[in-house]
């Protein structure tokens, strides 16, 4: 059993930055990715950006050069830091951790936390 919770969300203008954490608990031991997936209304839900164990990273196109995702040392938690945000980022944003190989997404998902970009 894994616990996630997401925290960073909310109101930011266009052009602006946000940084979103995720942070695990419980059955973290075997934990070997972490990813961010957002969807907006009507939409799938769809990956923003991933984070390995050992490190490697993997970005959609919408948000490449633009985001970066970090780990902490301990592989619990995670970070998205998001620049040059533009209206289509408006999204809720959902926390995945997976026990598979590479970057295939597992079944926990966080409660999600949304992040709305507008003046």
């Known amino acids: 059993q894994v616990q996630i919770v997401e925290s960073g969300g909310g109101l930011v203008q266009p052009g602006g930055s946000l940084r979103l954490s995720c942070a695990a608990s419980?059955?973290?031991?075997?934990?070997?990715?972490m990813s961010w997936y957002r969807q907006a209304p009507g939409e799938t839900r769809d990956l923003v950006a991933a984070?390995?164990?050992?490190?490697?990273?993997k970005y959609a196109d919408p948000v490449k050069g633009r985001s970066t995702i970090t780990k902490n040392n301990a592989g619990n938690t995670i970070y998205l830091q998001m620049n040059s945000m533009k209206p289509e980022d408006t999204a809720v944003y959902y926390c995945n951790v997976g026990y598979g190989l590479g970057f295939v997404p597992g079944d926990w998902w966080g409660q999600g936390t949304q992040v709305t970009v507008s003046s």
């Open positions: 419980g059955s973290v031991f075997r934990i070997t990715v």
């Open positions: 984070i390995t164990m050992d490190g490697r990273t």
